[in-house]
């Protein structure tokens, strides 16, 4: 079993940043990989970033390329999502998920994921 908690978010204005962090409690959390996705208000949970258990993988949607950086420090069995050039867009509910993705393309996947933080809260104003 591994759990999973989620801080650092909170409001911050467009053009701001935010380093979300996701401590992590339990067995083997270096063996997994970890995921990040978000959910806002009637949407679905969407896919953020993901990094492979060593780190030598990341994986980003679209929207957050070239402005979030997601990294890991095993030894302290964390895993952070910086966040720069927030957009009101990019508000949502952040969740953190570890889990044994077996190909590239499962890193993208929410299923793909089988424990899960509780979340929090983006809130980017204009």
């Known amino acids: 079993q591994v759990q999973l908690v989620e801080s650092g978010g909170g409001l911050v204005q467009a053009g701001g940043s935010l380093r979300l962090s996701c401590a992590a409690s339990?067995?083997?959390?270096?063996?997994?990989?970890v995921g990040w996705f978000r959910q806002a208000p009637g949407k679905e949970r969407d896919f953020v970033a993901s990094i492979s258990w060593s780190g030598s993988h990341t994986y980003y949607a679209d929207s957050v390329e070239d402005r979030f950086t997601i990294s890991r420090d095993n030894a302290n069995n964390t895993v952070y999502l910086q966040m720069n050039n927030l957009k009101p867009e990019d508000t949502a509910v952040y969740h953190c998920?570890?889990?044994?993705?077996?190909?590239?393309?499962?890193?993208?996947?929410?299923?793909?994921?089988?424990?899960w933080g509780q979340g929090i809260q983006v809130t980017v104003s204009s």
């Open positions: 998920a570890a889990g044994d993705p077996t190909y590239s393309n499962d890193y993208y996947y929410a299923r793909k994921y089988d424990y």
């Open positions: 339990g067995r083997s959390f270096s063996a997994y990989a």
